[in-house]
């Protein structure tokens, strides 16, 4: 089992910065994809990025990329994602997520993928 906890969301105004991290217990993340996704209300969770467990690929949402930058320190059992000139739409619960996956592609843009949650962070972002 894998239990993650997202912290670091908070209120910001348009333009500014934050830092999500997931920290991992239970299992080194060493052998897991991660991936960020959101949900904001009214509106189904959707991808925002994904790293490889090596930290060697990274996926992201056409929205964020340019913005946004998804990190992982394996010896900390972190994954970080740095959010940049954010914007009123990134406002959601952002959460993260883990698979024990040793490849990579595109399924690691999917919900269905991942066995393994966090709680989520809200990130308000104001005008």
């Not at 964020?64 to 900390?76: C, E, L, P, Q, Y």
């Not at 698979?99 to 991942?114: F, R």
Request: charged share 15%.
């Amino acid at each position: 089992q894998v239990q993650l906890v997202e912290s670091g969301g908070g209120l910001v105004q348009a333009g500014g910065s934050l830092r999500l991290s997931c920290a991992a217990s239970g299992r080194t993340l060493s052998s897991y994809a991660m991936g960020w996704f959101r949900q904001a209300p009214g509106k189904e969770r959707e991808f925002v990025a994904a790293i490889r467990r090596s930290g060697t690929s990274t996926l992201y949402a056409g929205s964020v990329k340019g913005r946004f930058t998804i990190s992982r320190d394996n010896a900390k059992n972190t994954v970080y994602l740095q959010m940049n000139s954010l914007k009123p739409e990134d406002t959601a619960v952002y959460y993260c997520a883990a698979v024990l996956l040793t490849g990579w592609g595109t399924s690691v843009t999917s919900s269905g993928t991942y066995n393994y949650w966090g709680q989520g962070t809200q990130v308000t972002v104001s005008s």
